[in-house]
């Protein structure tokens, strides 16, 4: 029987990593697989001193991120990833998906964009927020006191940019569910799962 890859998708800022995990309590065990994550732990064990660097270890957690994926899927195990995809990763979850034989959920989160830069600003200044991502060098065990110094805050220009021309609002992979998370306490999340669960069910049965 084939598994099931569910991909949470679209603009940062969206709850991702929170659905994910609310869908794994209710409907998994899933194998959580997150490329910020990756590059968090590539960041704190090599550092950098420059973005060029730091791209390159981005470039690096990516490929670590496929070779666990397909682990997973070699496993036989269902998947959650989450992430602000775009085409830039389309092929590579296809070639995996087609050769492991994985049905597609895609749940593609909105919601305004002047709410989610607010949301992002707050996010990036929290001190939980690991510091990489808003620092031009980074060192495992750096801090920074006023987070409103650090030197690669996004800007509200930047953050639009990224949004209206990276596609992340068009990502779809498989079947597609959309939800609007402009306001969270609207959102009826036992009826989006319910809805993942249904659709997860008719993607093994097809």
Same mark, same amino acid.
């Given at each position: 029987?084939?598994?099931?890859? /569910? ?6 800022? *969206?709850? %991702? *990593? ?6 794994? $309590?209710?409907?998994?065990? +899933?194998?959580? /697989? ?17 973005? &060029? ?25 269902? /998947?959650?990833? $989450? ?15 087609? %050769?492991? #034989? ?7 989160? *909105? ?7 607010? #949301?992002?600003? %707050? ?16 060192? !495992?065990?750096?801090?920074? @006191? &006023? #987070?409103? @110094?650090? $030197? &690669? ?12 021309? #990276?596609? +992340?609002?068009?990502?779809? !992979? ?33």
């Amino acid at each position: 029987m084939d598994n099931v890859l /569910i991909l949470l998708a679209g603009f940062p800022g *969206t709850g %991702k *990593t929170y659905l994910g995990s609310m869908i794994d $309590d209710r409907l998994g065990p +899933y194998a959580l /697989i997150s490329p910020d994550k990756l590059k968090e732990c590539y960041f704190d064990i090599y550092g950098y001193q420059d973005l &060029n660097e730091k791209k390159r270890l981005e470039n690096e957690a990516w490929k670590t991120y496929y070779e666990v994926m397909e682990f997973q899927m070699q496993a036989g195990k269902n /998947i959650i990833s $989450d992430y602000p995809f775009s085409n830039k990763q389309y092929p590579y979850l296809q070639c995996l998906t087609d %050769k492991h #034989r994985y049905k597609v959920i895609t749940i593609r989160l *909105t919601a305004d964009l002047n709410v989610l830069y607010e #949301r992002q600003r %707050k996010r990036d200044l929290d001190d939980s927020r690991h510091l990489s991502h808003i620092v031009t060098s980074y060192r !495992m065990g750096d801090c920074l @006191e &006023n #987070r409103t @110094e650090a $030197d &690669n805050l996004l800007t509200y220009e930047e953050f639009l940019l990224r949004c209206t021309t #990276r596609g +992340y609002d068009a990502f779809q !992979m498989g079947r597609l569910i959309e939800a609007d998370v402009t306001d969270f306490s609207k959102v009826d999340y036992s009826k989006l799962i319910d809805d993942i669960e249904i659709l997860s069910d008719s993607q093994l049965a097809d």
